[in-house]
């Protein structure tokens, strides 16, 4: 697998990109961010996702994280021993998304985040900054920092579930408030999952206890998933009973496949696109005209939603035939 390279504020950065044969256009991407002290290779493996992504076809990007002064690899969340740090992960994100969809005819909208520990909680952090390129978030033994729990205002709420263990030692689950552990304060889970309730509106709460499938892990996992909520979004929680600081699937917790759940989450609240439906109403009309017209005439870069007659080129064609299609229908 190829480490790439990518230019970002003069820093060098890189990632690992696994696209399966033949992507179709408009598939989903998902980010996959390492824990602290870990590497883009090393959650390339345990967490198994490419042989995910080859089943169900979407591209996987797997970020690297800059070197601390203590020479670990990281992500940018506020953490109290990084309060020197300046890296701007976020801008870093925001970019590649931008670049690999263009450079591989990605979806707009469902582009994902996952990541285990430090990765989890960056990936908390692009829900409350960076919430306009993602469509859902799934945190494995993640948190919310105190101070992103507290400075979050997503105008558009996005989906969320979160994979942890009640006696995870590195992110307590009660979290930290008083900054005990030296990470920083951050939120207990009950309260981060409390939050995305409320923002995204839920009103049906459902319970579940999982099959205890792997007896000797020590541990099981109940569910809990909100639903009913605005854009059919979900909030969902399983709580690893005994559980550690943990991948399930790979380590700990046996009994579920961690990224099997994870796509299974992601693909449910897929949003879904049609070549010439660029304001996602789930019609083609007049004012899906207006939009491609706009973007035609401005000479915006190729995006796929907006290549009507499906040539690879924007151009007067395509608001031809998209008049065409409205007239005809």
């Given amino acids: 697998q190829d480490l790439f390279d990518f230019n970002h504020n003069g820093i ?3 990632y690992y990109l696994y696209v399966p044969e033949s992507l179709p256009v408009g598939a989903p991407l998902v980010f996959v961010f ?23 076809h979407f591209a996987v990007c ?9 020479g670990e690899q990281f992500w940018n969340v506020g953490y109290e021993f990084h309060s020197n740090e300046t890296v701007d992960d976020i801008g870093f994100i925001l970019e590649l998304s931008q670049f690999l969809k263009l450079q591989y005819n990605i979806s707009h909208n469902n582009i994902f985040s996952t990541g285990m520990s430090n990765g989890g909680d960056f990936s908390y952090l692009l829900a409350c900054e960076a919430f306009n390129i993602l469509q859902a978030i799934a945190p494995v033994a993640g948190t919310m920092m105190t101070w992103i729990y507290e400075s979050c205002q997503p105008t558009e709420p996005l989906s969320v579930f979160e994979i942890h263990g009640t006696d995870d030692s590195i992110t307590l689950w009660e979290g930290d408030i008083d900054n005990s552990e030296g990470w920083g ?3 207990d889970m009950n309260s981060i999952i409390d939050f995305w309730k409320r923002e995204n509106d839920c009103q049906l709460l459902l319970i579940d206890t999982l099959e205890n499938s792997n007896t000797s892990d020590g541990s099981f996992i109940i569910s809990e998933t909100y639903e009913d909520c605005i854009y059919d979004n979900q909030v969902k929680l399983y709580k690893i009973i005994n559980g550690g600081h943990d991948w399930p699937g790979a380590f700990g917790n046996m009994d579920i496949n961690s990224n099997e ?15 010439g439906d660029v304001n996602f109403d789930s019609l083609i009309n ?24 499906n040539n690879a080129d924007l151009n007067s064609n395509d608001i031809i035939s998209i008049i065409d299609y409205i007239l005809e229908y």
């Fill in 12 to 14: 060098n950065r890189q």
């Fill in 34 to 56: 390492h824990g602290y002290g870990g590497n883009a290779l090393s959650i390339m493996n345990y967490s198994d996702m490419n042989n995910m992504a080859s089943e169900q």
């Fill in 62 to 70: 797997y970020p690297q994280g800059t070197s601390d002064s203590y």
């Fill in 185 to 187: 304060s951050y939120m």
């Fill in 261 to 275: 759940e994870i796509w299974e989450f992601f693909e449910y609240n897929m949003q879904m696109e049609i070549i």
């Fill in 286 to 309: 007049i004012q899906d005209l207006l939009y491609i017209s706009d973007y035609v005439i401005n000479n915006n870069t190729f995006y796929f939603l907006y290549d009507f007659d």
